[in-house]
């Protein structure tokens, strides 16, 4: 289980202030994949960046009782002065996995031939994405994180990719950022949705789906007669 309890977020430039995150309080049950519903510049993956720890929140915490995973196909997770490889046993290391058999993981799965022995600066962005899904695909989280995962490669890599991420579903939870509501009906069965950095927790996921879209058409409907003004972020 993942709790969010009292967190707060703020940006703040050119003394301006933009809430994201105004005492959200959540429980994310286990083995439960969850969408993060919001327009752009809600605070979706800010919020997902707290719950994998790589922002701190301004107050307030995220707990959990499992292991939870960077974002999966997010290119910059790996360091880009090291190798594949040297970034993989890092990753082994810290995640107290077997070095070797992580190796041989993510080099199969990722094809990247004899790139995987070069430094990560090197690669297109195609070959990040591909890397980074390798590692996290490599390690069995307790929850997944996914902001808005872009498929790389060819058909058949593409096939391969989601057959590894569905068959890791089976047995762990799933929080993901996406603009796609078919993707997120397809993988989501729960669902929570920001608005004016207040979030509202749905147990079905075509209700988070039904406010979301709601909330889009009226921001639409606003613009339209002029009543909003530029955004913060």
């Given amino acids: 289980m993942i709790r969010i309890e009292n967190l707060c ?24 994949a969850v969408a993060i519903l919001g327009r752009n510049g809600a605070g979706k993956s800010s919020l997902l960046r707290m719950i994998a720890g790589t922002m701190s929140p301004d107050s307030g915490r995220v707990i959990s009782d499992g292991s939870i995973s960077w974002q999966v196909g997010f290119g910059g997770s790996a360091h880009p002065q090291l190798t594949g490889l040297q970034n993989t046993r890092f990753v082994a290391r810290v995640y107290g996995v077997d070095s070797d058999e992580l190796v041989e993981s993510v080099r199969e799965f990722a094809e990247l031939g004899e790139h995987f022995f070069l430094p990560v600066r090197s690669y297109s962005s195609g070959m990040k994405a591909r890397l980074s899904f390798g590692l996290s695909m490599g390690i069995q989280f307790d929850t997944y994180l996914v902001d808005e ?12 990719s989601e057959d590894v991420f569905m068959e890791r579903l089976e047995k762990s939870g799933l929080v993901m950022v996406s603009h796609s509501m078919q993707a997120v009906r397809r993988l989501c069965t729960e669902g929570a949705v920001i608005e004016d950095g207040k979030m509202t927790y749905y147990t079905d996921i075509q209700a988070a789906v039904d406010h979301h879209l709601e909330n889009v058409a009226k921001r639409r409907e606003a613009r339209a007669m002029g009543a909003e003004g530029p955004a913060l972020v």
């Fill in 9 to 32: 977020k703020a940006y703040h430039m050119n003394g301006r202030s933009k809430v994201v995150a105004d005492n959200l309080n959540a429980d994310i049950p286990s083995r439960t």
């Fill in 149 to 160: 995962i872009t498929a790389v490669g060819d058909a058949s890599f593409k096939q391969k």
